[in-house]
């Protein structure tokens, strides 16, 4: 699992994606999402208010890379909040997709389904504006958003779901930072709908976010067959040095954030150590991860996608358990979190 390795398994798995992905070209190699999702790439590409921070010349020149390097999954979604300002992330995707001349069948879309407005709003509704502002008219794959509503009707949920994909307006979908037996029940209730149910939990995970993804509940699930897709796996720059970013980043579950920053230096130590840097170490230890179809990051010059690309190459040379076991003293939410998750 190298930076350049062409190795046959990679390129039988990247051709089978089809389009410009595909062949001897795609150094990025490629994993089944689930037990019955498609083949996806180890990393793939953010756009949380990522596009809209970007010269439009060097978001083409991103995305045309990316996907020249195999770096074809986008999560690309609606990130905005009525009553502030719009925000418009998805509707430059489908113009940065039509600049770069890819078509449909050249990247895999992954788009997000808030359940805030559900049951009022239809998921059908939802996702068809969705599709609409990111210029195509399916999704590959759908993440579901946080659970808020305690009282949500994950029987009604799955069904609806089970709709989506029998229409083809979605492919397969996961779940975003869910509790384990949040998804073990909306599973059982996807399996009575016809669906294969949630195929992906994408959770935050880095050195200093360990619990939920390493927590024995989720090891359930995972040898039951759900993938993991990292998230924030470098907390929003902060871990590749940026210790005061000037962006808006995620949540903080479990208020750690303190210690996060205080544990950059250290990391970007044992990366020096290590011949990389700080970015490629927390990649690498995303990957380490058995469960890990992908590793989901933001970047906005393509010399942060090669960079990040370095990450497979590094795992690889280290090896998963020396590596993990050099991030061990920057275990920030032990004993914080539940491994049950949210």
Same mark, same amino acid.
């Given at each position: 699992?190298?930076?350049?390795?062409?190795?046959?398994?990679?390129?039988?798995?990247?051709?089978?994606?089809?389009?410009?992905?595909?062949?001897?070209?795609?150094?990025?190699?490629?994993?089944?999402?689930?037990?019955?999702?498609?083949?996806?790439?180890?990393?793939?590409?953010?756009?949380?208010?990522?596009?809209?921070?970007?010269?439009?010349?060097?978001?083409?020149?991103?995305?045309?890379?990316?996907?020249?390097?195999?770096?074809?999954?986008?999560?690309?979604?609606?990130?905005?909040?009525?009553?502030? =300002?719009?925000?418009?992330? %998805?509707?430059?995707?489908? @113009?940065?997709?039509? +600049? &770069? $001349? *890819?078509?449909?069948?050249?990247?895999?879309?992954?788009?997000?389904?808030?359940?805030?407005?559900?049951?009022?709003?239809?998921?059908?509704?939802?996702?068809?504006?969705?599709?609409?502002?990111?210029?195509?008219?399916?999704?590959?794959?759908?993440?579901?958003?946080?659970?808020?509503?305690?009282?949500?009707?994950?029987?009604?949920?799955?069904?609806?779901?089970?709709?989506?994909?029998?229409?083809?307006?979605?492919?397969?979908?996961?779940?975003?930072?869910?509790?384990?037996?949040?998804?073990?029940?909306?599973?059982?209730?996807?399996?009575?709908?016809?669906?294969?149910?949630?195929?992906?939990?994408?959770?935050?995970?880095?050195?200093? =976010?360990?619990?939920?993804? %390493?927590?024995?509940?989720? @090891?359930?699930?995972? +040898? &039951? $067959? *759900?993938?993991?897709?990292?998230?924030?796996?470098?907390?929003?720059?902060?871990?590749?040095?940026?210790?005061?970013?000037?962006?808006?980043?995620?949540r903080d579950p479990g208020g750690v954030r303190e210690r996060i920053i205080a544990s950059a230096p250290g990391i970007a130590e044992v990366a020096a150590d290590l011949g990389a840097t700080a970015a490629q170490v927390c990649v690498a230890f995303a990957l380490s991860h058995?469960?890990?179809?992908?590793?989901?990051?933001?970047?906005?010059?393509?010399?942060?996608?090669?960079?990040?690309?370095?990450?497979?190459?590094?795992?690889?040379?280290?090896?998963?358990?020396?590596?993990?076991?050099?991030?061990?003293?920057?275990?920030?939410?032990?004993?914080?979190?539940?491994?049950?998750?949210?």
């Amino acid at each position: 699992m190298g930076e350049t390795s062409k190795d046959s398994a990679s390129v039988a798995a990247a051709s089978e994606a089809g389009g410009r992905s595909a062949g001897s070209d795609a150094i990025v190699p490629r994993r089944r999402l689930g037990a019955d999702g498609p083949q996806v790439p180890l990393l793939s590409l953010g756009s949380w208010h990522t596009y809209d921070r970007m010269d439009f010349h060097d978001a083409v020149d991103l995305v045309t890379q990316a996907v020249e390097w195999g770096v074809n999954l986008f999560d690309v979604a609606v990130y905005g909040i009525p009553g502030q =300002r719009p925000v418009f992330t %998805d509707v430059l995707f489908s @113009a940065i997709v039509r +600049a &770069a $001349g *890819l078509a449909r069948t050249d990247y895999q879309l992954s788009t997000k389904i808030w359940l805030e407005g559900y049951p009022a709003q239809s998921l059908r509704e939802q996702v068809e504006r969705a599709m609409f502002r990111a210029g195509t008219d399916h999704a590959d794959l759908a993440i579901l958003g946080d659970i808020r509503d305690p009282d949500l009707d994950l029987a009604r949920l799955a069904g609806d779901l089970a709709e989506l994909e029998k229409s083809g307006l979605i492919g397969h979908w996961g779940v975003n930072n869910w509790s384990a037996t949040a998804i073990r029940t909306i599973g059982g209730h996807a399996l009575a709908a016809g669906s294969p149910g949630p195929q992906v939990a994408q959770l935050k995970y880095s050195p200093c =976010r360990r619990s939920i993804a %390493d927590g024995a509940p989720f @090891a359930e699930l995972f +040898a &039951a $067959g *759900l993938s993991l897709q990292a998230s924030d796996v470098l907390e929003g720059g902060i871990l590749a040095g940026k210790v005061a970013p000037a962006r808006e980043i995620g949540r903080d579950p479990g208020g750690v954030r303190e210690r996060i920053i205080a544990s950059a230096p250290g990391i970007a130590e044992v990366a020096a150590d290590l011949g990389a840097t700080a970015a490629q170490v927390c990649v690498a230890f995303a990957l380490s991860h058995p469960a890990t179809v992908s590793v989901l990051f933001g970047a906005t010059k393509v010399s942060q996608l090669a960079d990040n690309i370095g990450g497979l190459r590094l795992l690889e040379r280290v090896g998963a358990t020396a590596l993990r076991a050099r991030l061990v003293p920057f275990y920030a939410d032990r004993e914080v979190v539940s491994p049950e998750g949210p």
